[in-house]
């Protein structure tokens, strides 16, 4: 079983800041990091940040300079360094990755289960 796990996320004031991690567990043969989304409420899901297999990174207009997107391949792992938090930020946040469970499957797209971000003073 192949799973994306979150964690990080909780309530903090505005100008605070949070590191949310995606954790990669279970049977990977390849694993490929896409990066972070977050819905808020009422609104669709929209990309925050993502980061390329040779680690170039953008971000949504709304986070440039405030979030910071990194991997840690040795950890099957992702994070989101949020910064400068603000009301607006407040969402679900989700990481997506594509994940081959072996040589002889094709990737699948997976997305974590959300850990919820509240900015709020």
């Known amino acids: 079983q192949v799973q994306l796990v979150e964690s990080g996320g909780g309530l903090v004031q505005p100008g605070g800041s949070l590191r949310l991690s995606c954790a990669a567990s279970g049977s990977i043969f390849r694993l490929d990091f896409k990066g972070w989304y977050r819905q808020a409420p009422g609104k669709q899901r929209e990309l925050v940040a993502v980061i390329t297999s040779n680690s170039s990174t953008n971000y949504a207009d709304s986070v440039k300079g405030r979030f910071a997107i990194s991997r840690d391949n040795a950890k099957n792992t992702m994070y989101l360094q949020m910064n400068s938090l603000k009301p607006e930020d407040t969402a679900v946040y989700y990481c997506?990755?594509?994940?081959?469970?072996?040589?002889?499957?094709?990737?699948?797209?997976?997305w974590g289960q959300g850990t919820q971000v509240t900015v709020s003073s």
């Open positions: 997506n990755a594509k994940i081959q469970r072996g040589s002889m499957f094709n990737p699948n797209n997976y």
